[in-house]
């Protein structure tokens, strides 16, 4: 079975300050890691993922993450964030192999940014 | 390319009753997962359909059940509603290809709320 925690349930940090959502996971087996995003009223939206491979991956608007082995971490990190980025940030793993499948993807219970002006 | 989408957007139901939510995937996906996000929380998996036959199932009881139609579209049945049913219900779809990774994409959710 596989456990995530999202230690922090809201950041507030200002608009063009850096940021780090941080998440760490619990796993027997070896795992996918991902971040979502879901903006107020809507669904879930894959900001990035690490299946193998480099340890840092990059999204398209500007987000890293480095999955961290022996710390069992993948925090989430942003340079300078704008006020577009307030939003619901979800850490979730699934099982290497199931591809998030049979097995479903497991969770942290989120966290949210706010941006302020 | 159309997105998943579901219906209803909102639905009020009393305990005891039995409710059914619809998920149509995206185009060419002919796998479908369920998820139950309660308020503050993240999604929990329910289960999966792959090929009209659910294909793994989470921690949640047999009065949670499931469709999938030949053309990909999915229904969640939830019988016997509880208050702690009240939740975020989200469908996602993929195209699984016998790949070790397929990308889940969710719709917008209904929300269930259970009086």
């Known amino acids: 079975a596989q456990s995530v925690t999202q230690l922090d349930s809201q950041v507030p940090v200002f608009e063009e300050a850096p940021v780090e959502l941080r998440c760490n996971y619990s796993?027997?087996?070896?795992?996918?890691l991902f971040w979502y995003v879901q903006y107020p009223n809507q669904g879930l939206q894959l900001l990035l993922k690490?299946?193998?491979?480099?340890?840092l991956v990059e999204s398209i608007n500007g987000f890293e993450a480095e999955f961290n082995k022996s710390q069992t971490s993948f925090h989430l990190r942003k340079p300078s964030v704008h006020i577009s980025d307030t939003a619901e940030y979800f850490c979730?793993?699934?099982?290497?192999?199931?591809?998030?499948?049979?097995?479903?993807?497991?969770f942290g219970k989120g966290t949210h940014l706010i941006i302020q002006p | 390319e159309t997105g998943v989408t579901q219906s209803p957007t909102h639905l009020i139901k009393t305990r005891g009753q039995q409710v059914t939510l619809r998920c149509s995937s995206q185009s060419g996906h002919n796998t479908v997962s369920w998820y139950q996000q309660a308020l503050g929380q993240g999604p929990q998996f329910i289960f999966q359909?792959?090929?009209?036959?659910?294909?793994g199932r989470g921690n949640f009881p047999p009065r949670f059940s499931g469709l999938q139609f030949p053309n990909y579209s999915s229904e969640l049945n939830v019988n016997a509603l509880e208050l702690d049913d009240s939740a975020l219900y989200l469908c996602?779809?993929?195209?699984?290809?016998?790949?070790?990774?397929?990308?889940?994409?969710f719709g917008p959710g209904t929300r269930l709320t259970v009086l």
């Open positions: 996602a779809s993929s195209l699984e290809l016998g790949l070790s990774y397929n990308e889940q994409f």
């Open positions: 796993s027997s087996v070896s795992v996918y």
């Open positions: 359909y792959y090929r009209e036959e659910e294909n």
């Open positions: 979730a793993v699934s099982p290497l192999g199931a591809g998030g499948g049979a097995d479903g993807l497991t």
């Open positions: 690490y299946l193998s491979g480099s340890t």
